[in-house]
């Protein structure tokens, strides 16, 4: 007998002296309760508060990101003098070298 089948021998003889595992014996009936009790809703006031600060997010980040967005074109106007101040027709004409 090699190493290996010595081994596997080992191993297996290891498991003669093991008892199952025990189960509960309530564990049926806790089982059942769980699955029969009914799961415990959240008051309406905070369903409906909730609710409303999400609506009042997405309103508040509307109206922030229009007004970004009018500070951009404002940008634009700036930018647009910048060229005519420094004589820049158009953004392609920049050289490197």
Do not use: C, H
């Not at 909730?50 to 634009?76: E, P």
């Amino acid at each position: 007998m090699n190493a290996k089948e010595k081994w596997i021998q080992d191993t297996e003889n290891s498991l003669i002296g093991l008892k199952p595992a025990e189960v509960n014996s309530y564990l049926y009936s806790k089982i059942i309760t769980r699955l029969t009790t009914k799961v415990e809703q959240a008051p309406a006031k905070l369903i409906w508060a909730a609710a409303a600060s999400f609506i009042v997010l997405v309103v508040l980040n509307f109206f922030i990101i229009k007004s970004s967005n009018s500070g951009v074109n404002t940008n634009k106007a700036e930018l647009q003098s910048l060229k005519q101040q420094f004589q820049l027709m158009n953004d392609n004409n920049i050289n490197y070298n």
